[in-house]
Structures are given as C-alpha cells and as structure tokens.
C-alpha cells in the first residue's frame, strides 16, 4: 500500500497539504523539511478516516441554545436580517428536537439599524458592526458558561466575530484548544486597505487573527483573540488578490475548492479535523455561501462551483461522527435572494447531519 507521504508534499500552513504538483488559487512557499518530519510524524495513511473518525459515543453537548442576530450591517446587500425567521420557518427546532436535543430559543438580540452609508476609512458601519459583535459575544459566552451549545442564526458573516471570541474567551477560561471549522466560500481575511467596498463581513477572520480596529481586534478582552493556526478553512473559492497574500502570510490552512475537486471532501474534512481531541472545543462557522448557488440561491455572495448537496452532507456527517462540536454559527442565508425557503431548508438538513441525522443506525466506535 503506498504510504501518504508519497502521495502528498507539503507546504506551509500548519497542515497544507496538496497533491504533488499542485499549483492552488492560494499563494504557496516550497515545502519544509520540518513541515514534511511533522506529517511524517503523524504517521497518515490513505486510511485515515478508518483509523481516526469512526463514529464514537458522542460527548456533545444535548442543551442547545438559538441565539438570533437580525443584521447584515456588515453585508454588501440587504437581506440577512432576515435569516434567523427564515431558519425558523424552515423548522431547525423541531429537526433538532427530533435528534433527542434539548432547545431552547433565546430570540433575537437587538442592535442598531443599518443606516446604508458609504465606508469611512475603509469601514462601512463600524460603530455598528462593534455593537453588533459585543452583544453576540455576550450572548454566545453566556450560553458556554451555562454548558450550553449555541447556535449563533445571522444575520451576516461578520458576527463571526464575536461568536468565536466569545468561544475563544471560554476556551482560555476553560483550559481547552480551539479548532474553527470555517466552511465558507470566501477566506472573509480582508483588513480595511484590501478590501473594494469596506464591508466588514469579509474581515472578521483577519479581525479575529489581529489584523483590524482596535475596536474589533480587542473584542473578548485579548488580541489577537484567537492564533490563525487554529482555523481550518473548506470550500474557499473567492479570494481577494491582496487578501490572497495576507492569508499567506498569516498561514492559515484552506482546503479551496481546487483542493476538494483534486483530493475529494473527504480528505480535506479528515485533514481539517486532526488531531481533534477530548480536550478541543470544536466551533464551526458555517456560511451558506459555502454552498454551490444551484443548491443554496439564497445568500448575498454566490459563487458558483461550490460543493454539491452530497459533499455538505458527507463534510456535516464527518464532523458529527467526532462528537466534538461545540458551537455553530449559520451565516448569511439571505432570503430575499431565495425561492420558498428552499436556502433555509437545505441549510436546516445540513444543520440536522451536523447533530447526527444519518440514513443509518452507526455502531459507537469502542
């Protein structure tokens, strides 16, 4: 049997890794010769997922908590204030309910109106967006100090923010490490001087990272709120030419769509997922724009060639079989850009597969 390391090189990024010959939409150094000994170290096989993400009994948590933030104040169009209702209508409490899962919906927070202004020194809304990203950050903590699961229903992709530094802040109070599952069709690492239109829901990783406003950068009390080796991007596809070498830079590990057209889901879930353990508080960012736009209309930023119906759900179901989420955001879903609340929908059934719907009954891993 050829061993992993034959088929793979690696490159930077604390697990890049691509096919020989691999040339990505992402900028890439030569590969390490100390990169190349740690993967050698982890001892991949082809294998990999038998070896390491067997369904297992699961230790997430059963109390679930809503949290809906009605906003796109940091969108480039109208319409994502809308998500959390459509969300709702779509039944995401009944199909969690009938996973045996305890929910409870908060409501909705509050936070000012989109006053639709022009960017002020590269930043459209900022006082608003900050305000936006405390309140779900107070909420979001909150529900993890209560050992509940929250699930964060944007609103826009920029209250990532303050959902993961509200994790990340739980996580050093807690003692655990962070993994971010950012499944997504944008890598969203703009800073003010890259960024065309100033729209702040493409930088909230690069605020989480450092790259920002004091005002976002210090959200959660420490900046940089969380260490970009942590984050784990899927399904990238959509990356500003200056953002593209600030991601480079930063070495953050993306599995773009190159990535899973050459290597398969599967690889890159089970690469995104190593060395995830009992003491790993699993977050996943889910923007439905990580979605291919014949299967998910109804967001703000399509791009097309996105993963498939099946590829969400092999990528959901892989996650659920660790039994480590923790928290999730749902962004951006968008339905003045839908068709019935077919968006919510698909996005409701994926969200079911993330909590461990399967066509199957699955033997625990012993």
Same mark, same amino acid.
């Given at each position: 049997?050829?061993?992993?390391?034959?088929?793979?090189?690696?490159?930077?990024?604390?697990?890049?890794?691509?096919?020989?010959?691999?040339?990505?939409?992402?900028?890439?150094?030569?590969?390490?010769?100390?990169?190349?000994?740690?993967?050698?170290?982890?001892?991949?096989?082809?294998? *990999?997922? %038998?070896?390491?993400?067997?369904?297992?009994?699961?230790?997430? =948590?059963?109390?679930?908590?809503?949290?809906?933030?009605?906003?796109?104040?940091?969108?480039?169009?109208?319409?994502?204030?809308?998500?959390?209702?459509?969300?709702?209508?779509?039944? *995401?409490?009944?199909?969690?309910?009938?996973?045996?899962?305890?929910?409870?919906?908060?409501?909705?927070?509050?936070?000012?109106?989109?006053?639709?202004?022009?960017?002020?020194?590269?930043?459209?809304?900022?006082?608003?967006?900050?305000?936006?990203?405390?309140?779900?950050?107070? /909420?979001?903590? %909150?529900? #993890?100090?209560?050992?509940?699961?929250? *699930?964060?229903?944007?609103?826009?992709?920029?209250?990532? #923010?303050?959902?993961?530094?509200?994790?990340?802040?739980?996580?050093?109070?807690?003692?655990?490490?962070?993994?971010?599952?950012?499944?997504?069709?944008?890598?969203?690492?703009?800073?003010?001087?890259?960024?065309?239109?100033?729209?702040?829901?493409?930088?909230?990783?690069?605020?989480?990272?450092?790259?920002?406003?004091?005002?976002?950068?210090?959200?959660?009390?420490?900046?940089?709120?969380?260490?970009?080796?942590?984050?784990?991007?899927?399904?990238?596809?959509?990356?500003?030419?200056?953002?593209?070498?600030?991601?480079?830079?930063?070495?953050?590990?993306?599995?773009?769509?190159?990535?899973?057209?050459?290597?398969?889901?599967?690889?890159?879930?089970?690469?995104? #997922?190593?060395?995830?353990?009992?003491?790993?508080?699993?977050?996943?960012?889910?923007?439905?724009?990580?979605?291919?736009?014949?299967?998910?209309?109804?967001?703000?930023?399509?791009?097309?060639?996105?993963?498939?119906?099946?590829?969400?759900?092999?990528?959901?179901?892989?996650?659920?079989? %660790?039994?480590?989420?923790?928290?999730?955001?749902?962004?951006?879903?968008?339905?003045?850009?839908?068709?019935?609340?077919?968006? /919510?929908?698909? /996005?409701?059934?994926? *969200?079911?597969?993330?909590?461990?719907?399967? %066509?199957?009954?699955? =033997?625990?891993?012993?």
């Amino acid at each position: 049997m050829l061993t992993f390391s034959r088929l793979f090189e690696v490159v930077p990024g604390p697990l890049w890794v691509w096919p020989k010959g691999y040339t990505s939409a992402l900028v890439k150094k030569p590969f390490n010769q100390a990169q190349t000994e740690r993967h050698r170290d982890l001892g991949w096989l082809p294998t *990999i997922y %038998t070896a390491f993400f067997k369904p297992r009994v699961t230790t997430m =948590q059963h109390n679930i908590s809503l949290i809906g933030a009605p906003t796109d104040i940091g969108a480039g169009s109208r319409g994502a204030s809308m998500g959390p209702e459509a969300l709702r209508v779509a039944n *995401i409490v009944p199909v969690l309910e009938q996973l045996g899962l305890n929910v409870l919906d908060r409501g909705n927070l509050t936070g000012p109106h989109n006053p639709w202004q022009p960017p002020v020194n590269g930043y459209r809304h900022l006082d608003e967006v900050v305000a936006w990203n405390t309140a779900v950050h107070h /909420a979001v903590h %909150t529900e #993890l100090v209560q050992h509940r699961l929250p *699930i964060l229903l944007g609103g826009d992709h920029c209250l990532g #923010l303050g959902s993961i530094s509200a994790v990340a802040r739980h996580c050093r109070e807690s003692g655990k490490k962070l993994r971010v599952l950012w499944l997504d069709a944008h890598a969203d690492f703009n800073t003010n001087t890259l960024t065309p239109s100033g729209n702040i829901h493409g930088m909230p990783v690069a605020c989480l990272c450092g790259y920002g406003p004091d005002a976002l950068t210090h959200i959660g009390g420490v900046m940089p709120a969380i260490n970009p080796r942590w984050v784990r991007q899927i399904g990238i596809r959509s990356v500003d030419a200056g953002e593209k070498r600030l991601v480079h830079e930063a070495g953050l590990e993306v599995f773009d769509m190159r990535f899973i057209d050459e290597m398969g889901m599967r690889a890159a879930v089970e690469l995104a #997922l190593a060395l995830v353990d009992a003491n790993t508080h699993l977050h996943v960012s889910f923007d439905v724009d990580f979605l291919d736009p014949d299967i998910a209309p109804g967001v703000g930023t399509t791009v097309r060639g996105g993963p498939t119906y099946r590829e969400a759900q092999l990528c959901m179901e892989m996650i659920a079989d %660790t039994g480590r989420l923790a928290s999730l955001d749902v962004m951006e879903l968008n339905p003045a850009f839908d068709v019935r609340n077919r968006t /919510a929908e698909v /996005a409701v059934d994926l *969200i079911g597969s993330l909590f461990g719907k399967s %066509t199957l009954m699955r =033997q625990p891993a012993r």
